[in-house]
Structure formats: C-alpha cells, structure tokens
Nanobody, 116 residues
Framework: QLVESGGGLVQDGGSLKLSCKAP???????????INWYRQAPGNQREWVAS???????NYADTVKGRFTISRDNARKTVYLQMGSLKPDDTGTYYC?????????WGQGTQVTVSS
C-alpha cells in the first residue's frame, strides 16, 4: 500500500527529503487519510514523528519540531518529510503509515543514517 524512499547517509547538520507514495490506492481514498511518519532506531520502539491531515493540518513530535516539515501532494498520492539540521539521534528506519477501519498499514521503511 505504501512505499517509502529517499533515505540515505548524511552528515550531522545535513538534510534529506523522504517520500511516501501509495501507487495502488484509489486517489480519493488516499486523500481522505491522515498520513503519519514514524521512525525506529535499533533497539528502540517505533516512535511517531509527524502527521498530516487531508486538509494539510500538521503535527510534529517535540524532538523534530522546527527541523522537519511534512507535506502532501494529493494529486500524486505522495506525502513528504523534509528533514533538516539532522542529528545522529535521528538515525533509524523511517516508515509512513495510515489507519483504515482500525487497521494500521505500513510501508517497508527507508533507512536514514546521520553520521557525527
């Protein structure tokens, strides 16, 4: 349902832009969903990073507020996560997610590594 991309290796203070696409979803269905970004570092629980509603309302975890920006292009069925001022603590696998009918749907994740 969801396909993430854009991860990679970046130095401390660098930037990356992640994408989350839903190629097989009906556009109207995708556009009705709140889309979330989560991340998981090795040995840690998956944590919520940011969310965007169909109308473009955004929310962020305190750890990324002011550094990350979530956006969506409904015509392309794509949600982006622009990450700036990256820190080693931002290292992890980043997943996008939505909930439908009480079921969580996840992509396969994209790896982000921030070197110090």
């Amino acid at each position: 349902q969801l396909v993430e991309s854009g991860g990679g290796l970046v130095q401390d203070g660098g930037s990356l832009k992640l994408s989350c696409k839903a190629p097989r979803m009906i556009t109207s269905e995708y556009n009705s969903k709140i889309i979330n970004w989560y991340r998981q570092a090795p040995g840690n629980q998956r944590e919520w990073v940011a969310s965007i509603t169909r109308g473009g309302d955004r929310n962020y975890a305190d750890t990324v507020k002011g550094r990350f920006t979530i956006s969506r292009d409904n015509a392309r069925k794509t949600v982006y996560l622009q990450m700036g001022s990256l820190k080693p603590d931002d290292t992890g696998t980043y997943y996008c997610n939505f909930n439908s009918g009480g079921i969580d749907y996840w992509g396969q994740g994209t790896q982000v590594t921030v070197s110090s």
